[in-house]
């Protein structure tokens, strides 16, 4: 997994509240088990026309937002159905960082297992990233998550909490798997001990 240590971007603002699993990623594309070539499929169904045509209204098809790495979104973001797919479509497209006031618990977890920062703000915090990401390519955000803080265009600083242990994670790029494989050195120990034993 790619550790997350500092992140500076154009944020884009999705002004949407209860964005649901099924937004972010919808059912059709549940199909592969590919953590990649999901990027094109998020939020789909706002994304592009029923003709197949980008929406030029939706956010993320704006030009100053096309490679946006920080989403800024409403409250209760990824709430309905359990799929790991949410996450994976939004690494896909380049998001590294989404910023609400509440995320849907399974979401969140899924996040950091994939190696996105989901960061918990005060809606008047929110308020104020909204109005630095309403500004496009002219405005920049810098999240550090060593210094748990998000520096806005014009020097201002927002703070956030984050559990030690999956702030440790995600500084040195640890997934479920490397967590195991830190382990590497006790777990063949181990191995060669009962090994010993059974021949014993």
């Known amino acids: 997994m790619q550790p997350f240590t500092t992140l500076t971007s154009t944020p884009a603002p999705l002004k949407v509240i209860n964005v649901d699993t099924d937004m972010i990623i919808p059912k059709q594309y549940l199909k592969t088990i590919k953590r990649t070539g999901l990027g094109t499929a998020l939020f789909a169904e706002m994304r592009y026309n029923e003709d197949g045509a980008e929406n030029p209204d939706f956010v993320l098809n704006q030009p100053a937002y096309r490679k946006s790495e920080i989403l800024v979104a409403g409250d209760n973001f990824g709430c309905g159905s359990s799929r790991e797919h949410a996450p994976w479509a939004l690494l896909d497209f380049g998001i590294r960082c989404v910023i609400s006031t509440s995320f849907a618990?399974?979401?969140?977890?899924?996040?950091?297992?994939n190696g996105i920062l989901p960061i918990v703000v005060s809606p008047e915090d929110l308020e104020k990233l909204f109005d630095d990401a309403d500004r496009g390519s002219n405005a920049t955000l810098t999240v550090d998550l060593a210094k748990q803080e998000i520096k806005g265009p014009d020097g201002g600083t927002v703070t956030f909490d984050i559990d030690p242990f999956r702030k440790h994670?995600?500084?040195n790029g640890l997934d479920d798997i490397g967590l195991t494989m830190e382990?590497?050195?006790?777990?063949d120990a181990f191995e060669a001990k009962l090994a010993k034993r059974a021949w014993a």
């Open 183 to 187: 382990k590497a050195p006790k777990i």
């Open 169 to 171: 994670c995600l500084l």
């Open 105 to 113: 618990d399974i979401f969140y977890n899924n996040c950091f297992k």
